[in-house]
Structures are given as C-alpha cells and as structure tokens.
C-alpha cells in the first residue's frame, strides 16, 4: 500500500510540475495524477534507453516530470493535427 500512495504523491507532483513547464494550467488532481504516472513509464523507459538510472524520490520525480513533459508535448501534437 505505501507505494501506491508514493506513486500517487510522485505522480501528482510530476504531473503538476509538467503542466507548469509546458505553461498549462494542469488537468485537475485526478488529470496530473495520470499524466505524472503515465509520464514516470515514459520519462523511465526513455532514462533506461539512454543508459541512465534513477535512485531516490527527488530522481523519480525528475524522470517522471521528463517524461510527463514529453507526453503533453505529444499529447499537443496530437490536437493540432
């Protein structure tokens, strides 16, 4: 149970940060959750192909803000086409 709920806190936070990045205003709690977890398998599978691994919550979080930041990058892409 403790690491869903890490997840969940990592996943907000990195959702949040990556809303404020990309200069939006964010999905809700419920939206960044899902972006940030979303993100954190993308920002992970990204940091692993380029040989980097992440150790600690302040690492996972960067990764998962990454990866978040790519996805609304993709997801922006995407609504314009």
């Keep these: ?3 869903i709920l890490l ?3 990592v996943g907000l936070v990195a959702g949040w940060l990556a809303g404020v990045l990309v200069k939006g ?15 954190a398998v993308l920002g992970g599978w990204l940091f692993s192909v380029l040989g980097f ?6 690492s996972d979080i960067i990764v998962s803000t990454v990866g978040a930041v790519v ?4 997801i922006s892409l995407v609504k314009r086409a």
């Design 1 to 3: 149970m403790p690491n």
């Design 7 to 9: 997840l969940l806190i």
């Design 25 to 39: 205003r964010g999905f809700g709690v419920v939206g960044n959750i899902i972006v940030g977890i979303v993100g």
């Design 53 to 58: 691994a992440s150790a600690g919550l302040v």
């Design 71 to 74: 996805l609304l990058f993709l």
